[in-house]
T-cell receptor, first 114, second 110 residues
Framework: DAGVIQSPRHEVTEMGQEVTLRCKPI?????LFWYRQTMMRGLELLIY????????DSGMPEDRFSAKMPNASFSTLKIQPSEPRDSAVYFC????????????FGEGSRLTVL | GQSLEQPSEVTAVEGAIVQINCTYQ??????LSWYQQHDGGAPTFLSY????GLEETGRFSSFLSRSDSYGYLLLQELQMKDSASYFC???????????FGKGTTLSVSS
């Protein structure tokens, strides 16, 4: 299995630009998660989906952030407009059932906003 | 809400045993997970405890006490490659998404 695939791996952009991060979960996994990691705040849950439906987006920092999952094999996290404080590593993860405690993470997208 | 506490740093030498503790406060507890993350890499799953007691997987063991809201990860026969960050995590109320602690940086020296 190819694992969770994220793109781009690195993104450098200027403040005010739109950023789109992409994720392909493991085939057959029903849950997809977006996390953000920074030194100050650690790994934060932003939003997660079950069967393509957003279940909990309470971790999305503000309206500049949006996430979609149009089908079972693709999700996007969009930031518009981006700000320097959005600089972080964004991880996508997937899992196939509840209560296993096991998430499969992608390699992350490192975002730098200048 | 949920909160987790774990030490920020631990140091040890090769061949030693180290224990990383985690205490948590949560509404609706399902289980405690442990993850390893090497610099710049993806977090990878190590273990999951839903019931009290010790779970052993090779050199790594994980323990849970639900009554004490406490768990630990035990790493034995430490190797240099074990130098990484270790995170404890609890499931959210739906038992799906994980809420992570801030992580413990383990440094193993020769």
């Amino acid at each position: 299995d190819a694992g969770v695939i994220q793109s781009p791996r690195h993104e450098v952009t200027e403040m005010g630009q739109e950023v789109t991060l992409r994720c392909k979960p493991i085939s057959g996994h029903d849950y997809l998660f977006w996390y953000r990691q920074t030194m100050m705040r650690g790994l934060e849950l932003l939003i997660y989906f079950n069967n393509n439906v957003p279940i909990d987006d309470s971790g999305m920092p503000e309206d500049r952030f949006s996430a979609k999952m149009p089908n079972a094999s693709f999700s996007t996290l969009k930031i518009q407009p981006s700000e320097p404080r959005d600089s972080a590593v964004y991880f996508c993860a997937s899992s196939f059932k509840r209560n296993t405690g096991e998430l499969f993470f992608g390699e992350g997208s490192r975002l730098t906003v200048l | 809400g949920q909160s987790l506490e774990q030490p920020s740093e631990v140091t040890a030498v090769e061949g030693a045993i180290v224990q990383i503790n985690c205490t948590y406060q949560t509404s609706g507890f399902y289980g405690l997970s442990w993850y390893q993350q090497h610099d710049g890499g993806a977090p990878t799953f190590l273990s999951y405890n839903a019931l009290d007691g010790l779970e052993e997987t090779g050199r790594f063991s994980s323990f849970l006490s639900r009554s004490d809201s406490y768990g630990y990860l035990l790493l034995q026969e430490l190797q240099m490659k074990d130098s990484a960050s270790y995170f404890c995590a609890v499931s959210n109320q739906a038992g799906t998404a994980l809420i992570f602690g801030k992580g413990t940086t383990l440094s193993v020296s020769s």
